[in-house]
Protein backbone atom coordinates (compact mmCIF):
# COMPACT_ATOMS: atom_id res chain seq x y z
CA UNK A 1 0.00 0.00 0.00
CA UNK A 2 2.05 3.15 -1.12
CA UNK A 3 -0.70 5.83 -0.29
CA UNK A 4 -1.90 6.48 -3.91
CA UNK A 5 -4.94 4.46 -5.37
CA UNK A 6 -5.07 3.98 -9.01
CA UNK A 7 -8.47 2.96 -10.94
CA UNK A 8 -8.94 0.77 -13.17
CA UNK A 9 -5.79 -1.46 -12.96
CA UNK A 10 -6.69 -2.50 -16.31
CA UNK A 11 -8.48 -0.77 -19.20
CA UNK A 12 -9.36 -1.94 -22.82
CA UNK A 13 -11.04 0.54 -24.92
CA UNK A 14 -11.74 1.74 -28.83
CA UNK A 15 -10.22 4.19 -30.36
CA UNK A 16 -13.43 5.82 -30.29
CA UNK A 17 -13.94 5.32 -26.62
CA UNK A 18 -13.83 8.11 -23.75
CA UNK A 19 -12.71 6.61 -20.78
CA UNK A 20 -11.24 8.08 -17.68
CA UNK A 21 -8.23 7.05 -15.21
CA UNK A 22 -8.68 8.10 -12.07
CA UNK A 23 -6.07 8.59 -9.05
CA UNK A 24 -6.27 9.40 -5.08
CA UNK A 25 -3.55 10.05 -2.63
CA UNK A 26 -3.55 9.96 0.86
CA UNK A 27 -0.57 11.34 2.03
CA UNK A 28 -1.75 14.95 2.17
CA UNK A 29 0.71 15.54 -0.77
CA UNK A 30 0.49 19.03 -2.80
CA UNK A 31 2.00 17.88 -5.66
CA UNK A 32 0.35 15.08 -8.34
CA UNK A 33 1.60 13.76 -11.43
CA UNK A 34 1.16 11.35 -14.49
CA UNK A 35 3.22 9.11 -16.17
CA UNK A 36 3.32 7.23 -19.32
CA UNK A 37 5.50 4.03 -19.33
CA UNK A 38 5.73 2.00 -22.36
CA UNK A 39 7.80 -1.35 -22.96
CA UNK A 40 11.39 -0.91 -23.97
CA UNK A 41 11.16 3.39 -22.87
CA UNK A 42 11.80 4.92 -19.25
CA UNK A 43 9.17 6.25 -17.41
CA UNK A 44 7.89 9.92 -19.59
CA UNK A 45 6.51 12.68 -17.54
CA UNK A 46 2.88 13.78 -19.08
CA UNK A 47 1.62 16.25 -16.41
CA UNK A 48 2.20 18.07 -12.93
CA UNK A 49 -0.25 19.46 -10.80
CA UNK A 50 0.75 21.28 -7.93
CA UNK A 51 -1.91 22.71 -5.40
CA UNK A 52 -4.72 21.63 -7.95
CA UNK A 53 -2.89 23.99 -10.71
CA UNK A 54 -1.29 22.44 -14.04
CA UNK A 55 2.52 23.73 -13.73
CA UNK A 56 4.04 21.70 -16.60
CA UNK A 57 2.35 19.62 -19.74
CA UNK A 58 5.53 17.82 -21.72
CA UNK A 59 3.75 18.12 -24.87
CA UNK A 60 1.19 15.43 -24.82
CA UNK A 61 -1.14 15.39 -27.26
CA UNK A 62 -4.72 16.83 -26.72
CA UNK A 63 -6.34 13.24 -26.78
CA UNK A 64 -4.89 13.27 -23.10
CA UNK A 65 -6.77 15.59 -21.01
CA UNK A 66 -6.01 15.95 -16.94
CA UNK A 67 -8.25 16.99 -14.54
CA UNK A 68 -7.18 18.04 -10.91
CA UNK A 69 -10.52 18.66 -8.96
CA UNK A 70 -8.65 18.90 -5.39
CA UNK A 71 -5.09 17.64 -4.18
CA UNK A 72 -6.13 14.52 -3.60
CA UNK A 73 -7.52 13.50 -6.88
CA UNK A 74 -6.20 13.03 -9.92
CA UNK A 75 -8.07 11.98 -13.43
CA UNK A 76 -6.90 11.42 -16.80
CA UNK A 77 -9.54 11.83 -19.73
CA UNK A 78 -8.60 9.67 -22.71
CA UNK A 79 -10.76 10.15 -26.08
CA UNK A 80 -9.84 8.84 -29.79
CA UNK A 81 -6.36 7.40 -28.73
CA UNK A 82 -4.10 5.76 -30.82
CA UNK A 83 -3.01 1.82 -30.65
CA UNK A 84 0.13 3.25 -29.52
CA UNK A 85 -0.93 5.01 -26.55
CA UNK A 86 -1.32 1.62 -25.21
CA UNK A 87 1.00 1.50 -21.56
CA UNK A 88 1.27 1.53 -18.46
CA UNK A 89 0.12 4.92 -16.51
CA UNK A 90 1.62 6.04 -13.39
CA UNK A 91 0.05 8.09 -11.22
CA UNK A 92 2.38 9.99 -8.27
CA UNK A 93 2.64 12.28 -5.40
CA UNK A 94 5.16 14.30 -3.80
CA UNK A 95 5.08 16.55 -0.57
CA UNK A 96 5.84 19.40 -2.92
CA UNK A 97 7.09 19.92 -6.62
CA UNK A 98 10.36 20.48 -4.89
CA UNK A 99 13.09 18.55 -6.25
CA UNK A 100 14.62 16.22 -3.94
CA UNK A 101 11.22 15.16 -2.68
CA UNK A 102 10.74 11.30 -2.90
CA UNK A 103 7.78 10.59 -5.29
CA UNK A 104 5.35 7.99 -4.87
CA UNK A 105 3.89 6.09 -7.44
CA UNK A 106 0.30 3.86 -7.71
CA UNK A 107 0.04 0.65 -8.93
CA UNK A 108 -0.71 1.89 -12.54
CA UNK A 109 -3.56 1.71 -15.04
CA UNK A 110 -2.82 -0.73 -18.02
CA UNK A 111 -3.77 0.72 -21.12
CA UNK A 112 -4.70 -1.20 -24.40
CA UNK A 113 -6.05 0.25 -27.30
CA UNK A 114 -7.49 -1.46 -29.74
CA UNK B 1 21.44 16.35 -25.97
CA UNK B 2 20.90 14.84 -22.67
CA UNK B 3 20.74 11.08 -21.87
CA UNK B 4 20.60 9.12 -19.03
CA UNK B 5 22.22 5.32 -19.45
CA UNK B 6 21.86 2.66 -17.29
CA UNK B 7 24.89 -0.44 -17.42
CA UNK B 8 22.87 -3.07 -19.44
CA UNK B 9 19.12 -3.80 -19.54
CA UNK B 10 19.56 -6.89 -17.61
CA UNK B 11 22.19 -8.04 -15.13
CA UNK B 12 21.95 -11.56 -13.91
CA UNK B 13 24.44 -12.54 -10.62
CA UNK B 14 24.66 -15.12 -8.00
CA UNK B 15 22.61 -15.25 -4.57
CA UNK B 16 24.76 -13.81 -2.06
CA UNK B 17 26.95 -11.71 -4.23
CA UNK B 18 27.12 -8.02 -4.44
CA UNK B 19 25.13 -6.70 -7.13
CA UNK B 20 26.14 -3.41 -8.87
CA UNK B 21 24.14 -0.91 -10.84
CA UNK B 22 25.62 2.08 -12.70
CA UNK B 23 23.75 4.98 -14.02
CA UNK B 24 25.68 7.29 -16.28
CA UNK B 25 24.15 10.90 -17.49
CA UNK B 26 24.79 13.54 -20.31
CA UNK B 27 24.41 17.06 -20.06
CA UNK B 28 22.55 16.90 -16.56
CA UNK B 29 23.64 18.87 -13.48
CA UNK B 30 21.62 17.19 -10.73
CA UNK B 31 21.40 18.30 -7.34
CA UNK B 32 19.86 14.91 -6.75
CA UNK B 33 19.79 11.44 -7.91
CA UNK B 34 17.18 8.85 -6.75
CA UNK B 35 16.82 5.26 -7.09
CA UNK B 36 13.51 3.20 -7.48
CA UNK B 37 13.25 -0.09 -7.55
CA UNK B 38 9.86 -1.45 -9.91
CA UNK B 39 8.54 -4.85 -9.82
CA UNK B 40 6.21 -6.12 -13.13
CA UNK B 41 3.22 -4.86 -13.21
CA UNK B 42 4.12 -2.17 -10.20
CA UNK B 43 4.23 1.16 -9.52
CA UNK B 44 8.38 1.99 -8.69
CA UNK B 45 9.04 2.23 -5.13
CA UNK B 46 11.64 4.79 -3.38
CA UNK B 47 14.79 3.50 -2.02
CA UNK B 48 17.39 6.00 -1.28
CA UNK B 49 17.89 9.65 -2.00
CA UNK B 50 21.57 11.07 -2.67
CA UNK B 51 22.52 14.61 -3.18
CA UNK B 52 25.25 16.10 -5.22
CA UNK B 53 27.33 16.83 -2.05
CA UNK B 54 27.33 13.66 -0.75
CA UNK B 55 29.97 11.01 -1.76
CA UNK B 56 27.73 7.53 -0.44
CA UNK B 57 24.52 6.77 1.25
CA UNK B 58 23.06 3.65 2.73
CA UNK B 59 20.25 1.92 4.14
CA UNK B 60 20.61 -1.75 5.03
CA UNK B 61 21.99 -3.62 2.36
CA UNK B 62 21.60 -0.87 0.04
CA UNK B 63 25.09 1.61 -0.83
CA UNK B 64 24.80 4.77 -3.18
CA UNK B 65 27.39 6.47 -4.38
CA UNK B 66 27.38 9.88 -6.48
CA UNK B 67 30.04 11.28 -8.79
CA UNK B 68 29.66 14.32 -10.36
CA UNK B 69 32.51 14.42 -11.92
CA UNK B 70 32.33 10.88 -13.53
CA UNK B 71 28.74 11.86 -14.08
CA UNK B 72 28.20 8.36 -12.31
CA UNK B 73 25.78 6.77 -10.02
CA UNK B 74 26.41 3.49 -8.49
CA UNK B 75 24.03 1.62 -7.04
CA UNK B 76 24.66 -2.16 -4.58
CA UNK B 77 22.76 -4.52 -3.36
CA UNK B 78 25.45 -6.77 -0.89
CA UNK B 79 24.42 -10.23 0.12
CA UNK B 80 22.11 -9.88 -2.90
CA UNK B 81 18.99 -12.29 -2.53
CA UNK B 82 16.36 -13.72 -5.18
CA UNK B 83 13.93 -11.29 -3.63
CA UNK B 84 15.94 -8.88 -4.90
CA UNK B 85 15.03 -8.93 -8.19
CA UNK B 86 13.22 -6.26 -10.07
CA UNK B 87 14.10 -3.47 -11.84
CA UNK B 88 16.01 -0.35 -10.72
CA UNK B 89 15.70 3.12 -11.94
CA UNK B 90 17.52 5.59 -11.40
CA UNK B 91 16.40 9.26 -11.78
CA UNK B 92 17.78 12.74 -11.35
CA UNK B 93 16.86 16.28 -11.24
CA UNK B 94 16.18 18.20 -14.63
CA UNK B 95 17.85 21.15 -13.47
CA UNK B 96 15.29 21.45 -10.79
CA UNK B 97 12.88 21.44 -13.00
CA UNK B 98 11.19 17.37 -12.36
CA UNK B 99 13.26 13.86 -11.98
CA UNK B 100 13.98 12.05 -15.44
CA UNK B 101 14.01 8.90 -15.19
CA UNK B 102 16.46 5.98 -16.96
CA UNK B 103 15.45 3.50 -18.57
CA UNK B 104 16.17 0.68 -15.79
CA UNK B 105 18.18 -2.20 -15.34
CA UNK B 106 16.41 -5.63 -14.73
CA UNK B 107 18.31 -7.61 -12.14
CA UNK B 108 17.68 -11.70 -11.44
CA UNK B 109 19.53 -13.48 -8.55
CA UNK B 110 19.71 -16.22 -8.83
CA UNK B 111 19.36 -19.19 -6.51
Known amino acids: ETGVTQTPRHLVMGMTNKKSLKCEQH?????MYWYKQSAKKPLELMFVYSLEERVENNSVPSRFSPECPNSSHLFLHLHTLQPEDSALYLC?????????????FGEGSWLTVV | SQKIEQNSEALNIQEGKTATLTCNYTNYSPAYLQWYRQDPGRGPVFLLLIRENEKEKRKERLKVTFDTTLKQSLFHITASQPADSATYLC??????????FGPGTRLSVLP
Open chain 1, 92 to 104: ASSQDKIVGNTIY
Open chain 2, 91 to 100: ALDNYGQNFV
Open chain 1, 27 to 31: LGHNA
